[in-house]
């Protein structure tokens, strides 16, 4: 990146796409969701995530009652609700609350052309935080 004491330009979206850092952001296949480390939230997010895969898994093959789908759904939804009140303590925070959206987002929403602008950034700016920070896991 470009820093104030010199002239170097700032790399393109396509050159950031193409580079290391930014490989992981420009595969087509869906990103690991996971996040190594021993914080709570990063725990929780990865429980979340494996939860809701083993759920859409579940559900599949068992006839569910309405009740255990509630008990099962309200487990990660416990997360959720933690992920949004509880502020990040650091950056393997952050990235496990980036994973944590996009798995949820990638289960319920495939395409992104009925998004207005302001919804496309922010979901861009997701998968870049999922993108530069992955590296720490």
Request: glycine share 6%.
């Amino acid at each position: 990146m470009a820093s104030a004491s010199d002239n170097t330009p700032a790399p393109s979206r396509r050159q950031f796409f193409s580079s290391a850092a930014g490989a992981g952001l420009a595969a087509a296949g869906p990103p690991i969701f996971t996040v190594a480390g021993t914080t709570a939230m990063v725990e929780a997010c990865n429980y979340a995530i494996n939860h809701t895969a083993w759920m859409d898994q579940r559900v599949s093959i068992e006839r569910w009652s309405d009740a255990r789908f509630a008990l099962e759904a309200g487990k990660a939804e416990a997360v959720f609700i933690r992920a949004i009140n509880e502020p990040s303590k650091g950056l393997p925070d952050l990235l496990a609350k980036a994973r944590l959206s996009l798995s949820d987002r990638d289960r319920f929403c495939s395409d992104t052309d009925e998004l207005d602008n302001g919804e496309r950034l922010s979901l861009v700016v997701v998968r870049e935080v999922v993108a530069l920070l992955g590296g720490m896991s």
